[in-house]
């Protein structure tokens, strides 16, 4: 995929009102997963928001700018 058009993607995605339950159709969630793998990462112990989850909320903040983290989190 070329860069202008992942980049429209992207700016199609995140100007919709419902932009972050699609997030997942923009960023395989198995990226996610090989990313934690690739970086050694592992969860010992069960946590509130498991380290997965803390990584798309990351993301989705990324994105998401505008809105606030507490926004983000709640969606």
């Given at each position: 995929?070329?860069?202008?058009?992942?980049?429209?993607?992207?700016?199609?995605i995140?100007?919709t009102p419902n932009?972050?339950?699609g997030l997942?159709?923009?960023l395989?969630?198995?990226?996610v997963?090989?990313?934690?793998?690739q970086?050694?990462?592992?969860?010992?112990r069960k946590?509130?928001l498991p380290?997965?989850m803390?990584?798309?909320?990351v993301i989705s903040?990324?994105?998401f700018?505008?809105?606030?983290?507490w926004?983000?989190?709640?969606?």
């Amino acid at each position: 995929m070329r860069l202008a058009r992942a980049l429209e993607l992207t700016h199609n995605i995140a100007s919709t009102p419902n932009a972050i339950e699609g997030l997942d159709a923009l960023l395989d969630p198995s990226l996610v997963e090989q990313a934690l793998e690739q970086a050694g990462v592992a969860t010992l112990r069960k946590r509130r928001l498991p380290l997965e989850m803390m990584l798309w909320c990351v993301i989705s903040m990324a994105f998401f700018r505008r809105m606030s983290a507490w926004d983000v989190v709640s969606r």
